[in-house]
Every structure is written in C-alpha cells, then in structure tokens.
C-alpha cells in the first residue's frame, strides 16, 4: 500500500469508530471560559482544572471580575493546578486585553491569540478549532505520540510536529484528527502499554507491527 492510501484508510477508519464532530474535554460556555480553560490546563489533567472552573466561573462569571480580580485571591483558586503564579497573572492580564482590545471577544486570528499572555499554539489552535471552526492542529502528548507511532512525524518539537501534520493530512481533517488522536491514545494507544492487539489501525501503524511482535514471542 503506498503511503497516501494508508494515510486515507488511517483516516477512514478514525473516522468510522471516533466519528467527526466538535467535541472538547474541558467544560466552557463561551468563547473566553474555554480560552481561560485551556491556558490553566498546562501541564495539569483535564478532569482537575474542570472541577477548579467549575467553582473558578461562578466566583468570576465576566471578563470584568477576571479583570478586576485580586491576583494573590486568583492564586489560591487555582493553586491545585500547578504553576498558578504565571496562570494567575495571566488570566487577568488576558482578561484586560480581551475588554480593552477586542471588546470581550476572543480573537480568531493566529497572531492575535498568541500575542495573549499564556497563549501559544496549542491554545491558540484548541480556540480556532473548537470556537471558529477554523481548521486547525494542536499538538499535544497524545496527538504527538500516536502521530510518531502512525509514521506522520519523526519530530518532537510541537510545532514541528504540527507543520509535519499540516503536510500529511488533508485540511478537512486537521480539527477532527486532534479529537481522535486524543480519544485513540486514551484508550488503545497508551503510552506505557498500548493495546496494538486491539488496535484497528495495527496493520497499517509501523509501531504496531513492531510492538505485536514482541508482544507474540513467547
């Protein structure tokens, strides 16, 4: 099988058992909760900083309170989720731009994301890909994991991961292809003991030939 078939079956096949559609683990109502998510769930699990906002944008339901908050009251908020000091400074300074700046909206350009304090790529790309439906890859440890595995990426830099991706996927794909990544190394491709014997895509993942063999030797 060339590569460009077994890329297109890869995506068939995800797209059969994940189907395609807008799905995110970090709970949001509008557009700014899910950017506030997103940039305190650096380096923490999705369940934890849902169970921090779900208290967090009751004590602060506007972009007002988030910019009139208190920083060292913000801090213990979230101090459950690592790194709060930068987190904490960063949702207020955000906060400010997004009223003085952009009217209470979120930007939808690249540019305009990553100039945010606390905002890079990946946060950026979650934003345009959840909120404008814009096409869009955010690289994380499971979309980086399982791409290296599939043969999409030899990169471990994120954003060379990300263009690597940008060249192996069609555009239609790139947003719904973060959602099945995510889902796929949740629950089949995990990192310490990955379930290749259960896999649907182990005949056509390079890793899975690999890791069946050695599963099958004794």
């Known amino acids: 099988m060339d590569e ?35 940039i305190l769930s650096a380096q923490c699990r999705d369940e934890r900083v849902n169970q921090v906002t779900e208290k967090l944008f009751v004590q602060y339901p506007s972009l007002e309170a988030f910019a009139g908050a208190d920083l060292a009251e913000m801090e213990t908020q979230i101090h459950s989720l690592g790194f709060y000091h930068n987190k904490a400074r960063n949702l207020i300074a955000s906060a400010r731009i997004l009223l003085t700046e952009y009217g209470g909206r979120v930007p939808r350009r690249l540019e305009k994301l990553t100039a945010l304090p606390g905002v890079g790529r990946k946060t950026a790309n979650v934003i345009r890909g959840n909120i404008y439906h814009d096409p869009s890859i955010v690289v994380d440890n499971h979309v980086k994991r399982v791409s290296r595995n599939l043969g999409f990426t030899e990169e471990e830099d994120p954003e060379k991961v990300e263009y690597d991706l940008m060249q192996v996927l069609p555009k239609d794909h790139w947003t719904f292809y973060n959602i099945q990544m995510i889902i796929h190394g949740r629950s089949l491709c995990q990192p310490q003991s990955p379930r290749c014997g259960l896999c649907f895509l182990n005949e056509l993942c390079p890793a899975g ?9 004794d």
């Open 4 to 38: 460009r078939k077994r890329v297109n079956e890869i995506l068939k096949r995800l797209d059969e058992h994940y189907g395609r559609s807008y799905l995110c683990c970090l709970n949001y109502e509008t557009p700014w909760q899910l950017l506030f998510a997103v």
């Open 209 to 217: 030939d690999c890791f069946w063999f050695w599963e099958y030797q």
